[in-house]
């Protein structure tokens, strides 16, 4: 059974620990998102990170919050400055941060206070391979994550790799949160469908934004 089966009207039945949730946020919301995105992003310009071997990943991230996720040669790790301004992140928008945690509370996580939002810029093209988010201090504090812009076909896995993968459309508004037995999850983005979704001046070309709220610290 896939998880696009689990999700489509039974939600009982959706694994221990996987929040998701339809439609949280109208048009108008999404479109007040965007605008602090934009405002967020004019301190923390997006940036291209690498991977390790150098490899540019294909999207490019900026973060807000008082930690952001970084990669380059030297690894994954989180870090108090934008790596090329050298400038400390802008705080979390209260409302996106409130957003945040009330979501985490729908799932069932009373006391989460994100430290860290990953703002995942998507080109038309854009994907993420299968990975595990465990560079955060305490894994036991949940995954918070907001999909704006166009759909994406989004792939959870279980907590090994070679687990059988689901995949299941995620939509602008939707929020998803892994917590509990299900925090380590392996997940990731296979595709998006560019011509779907609000669109917005921060993304020209159309594509898709994804806020991770995480307790990084
Ligand atoms: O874009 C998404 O929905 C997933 C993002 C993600 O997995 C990550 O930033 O670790």
């Known amino acids: 059974m896939s998880l696009t089966d689990l999700f489509g009207e039974t939600a009982d039945v959706v694994p221990q620990g996987v929040s998701l949730q339809r439609s949280v946020f109208s048009m108008e919301e999404i479109s007040r998102q965007f605008t602090m995105i934009a405002e967020v992003l004019a301190l ?12 540019p990943f294909g999207h490019d991230i900026s973060n807000c919050g008082a930690l952001g996720w970084i990669s380059d040669t030297r ?51 854009g994907r993420m391979g299968l990975h595990q988010d465990r560079d955060e201090a305490d894994l036991t504090c949940p995954i918070v994550s907001f999909s704006l812009g166009a759909d994406a076909v989004f792939a959870l896995g279980g907590l090994e790799r070679r687990d059988p993968v689901s995949r299941f459309t995620l939509r602008a508004g939707d929020v998803l949160v892994l917590h509990g037995p ?30 991770t709220f995480r307790r990084a610290g």
């Open 182 to 211: 299900s925090r380590l999850r392996f997940h990731g983005v296979d595709r998006l469908r560019p011509a779907s979704g609000p669109r917005h001046a921060i993304l020209p070309e159309g594509g898709r934004i994804n806020l």
């Open 44 to 55: 923390s310009p997006p940036f291209r990170p690498c991977m390790r071997n150098g490899t």
């Open 75 to 125: 690894g994954y790790r989180y870090s108090r400055r934008h790596p090329e301004t050298g400038v400390a992140w802008s705080p979390i928008p209260a409302a996106l941060r409130d957003a945040a945690m009330a979501a985490a509370a729908r799932a069932g996580v009373a006391d989460f206070v994100p430290d860290a939002c990953l703002i995942n810029l998507y080109g038309p093209k």
